[in-house]
């Protein structure tokens, strides 16, 4: 069974405070590995794709790695608006698409 | 623009009702999938479809039933059977394949029981 576990599930930085955030799966044959932003009350936005191991990936402040059993989500010199949950999620073969997510880690940036 | 709508965005429930949740996609997707959300916790599969007339149930169908009959539309109801549906949920789409594409989600229904 696929199983994806994010930790810290809550995340506290000051504006300009670097992090990271983890993303531990297991997975039988993995196709993909997503990370979305989540606001209150909204559906998750789609930030990246991860495809392999060693492949990463970035947008203005977040950066996304990829090894064979986790996945980071680099946050350099947050601003409050970068505050949200962050969810990650991993395809495998076979499942026609089906996803499986973590429960995702709330970050909030405090100016 | 192309998007997914959800309809409505707040529903309430009487206790033995059912209600039925909309989800329209402009984006020519194959794959349509329903998800559940509770408070703090992430997102569990109900239902899914990867082609007109067909579907598949996900991990925590019981209580809730769907239907495909255009590419475009996969409704979702929350039957009477559902003993705890408040929740947020979520209809996502995706082109159609075996693993690797990315999946777009609505803004979300918010369903309480009242």
């Known amino acids: 069974e696929d199983q994806v576990t994010q930790s810290p599930e809550a995340l506290r930085l000051q504006e300009g405070e670097s992090s990271s955030l983890n993303c531990s799966y297991t997975v039988s044959g993995l196709r993909g590995l997503f990370w979305y932003r989540q606001d209150p009350g909204k559906g998750p936005e789609f930030l990246f794709t991860?495809?392999?191991a060693g492949e990463e990936k970035e947008k203005e402040r977040l950066k996304a790695t990829l090894t064979k059993k986790e996945s980071f989500l680099h946050i350099t010199a947050p601003k409050p608006e970068d505050s949200a949950t962050y969810l990650c999620?991993?395809?495998?073969?076979?499942?026609?698409?089906?996803?499986?997510f973590g429960d995702g880690t709330t970050l909030t940036v405090k100016p | 623009d192309g998007g997914i709508t959800q309809s409505p965005k707040y529903l309430f429930r009487k206790e033995g009702q059912n209600v039925t949740l909309s989800c329209e996609q402009n984006?020519?997707?194959?794959?349509m999938y329903w998800y559940r959300q509770d408070p703090g916790q992430g997102l569990r599969l109900i239902y899914y479809s990867q082609i007109v007339n067909d579907f598949q149930k996900g991990d925590i169908a019981e209580g809730y039933s769907v239907s495909r009959e255009k590419k475009e539309s996969f409704p979702l109801t929350v039957t009477s059977a559902q003993k705890n549906p408040t929740a947020f949920y979520l209809c996502?789409?995706?082109?159609?394949?075996?693993?690797?594409?990315?999946?777009?989600f609505g803004e979300g229904s918010w369903l309480t029981v009242v």
């Open positions: 999620a991993v395809q495998a073969g076979g499942n026609a698409g089906k996803s499986t």
């Open positions: 984006l020519n997707h194959d794959a």
């Open positions: 991860l495809y392999s």
């Open positions: 996502a789409s995706s082109p159609r394949d075996f693993g690797g594409n990315t999946i777009y």
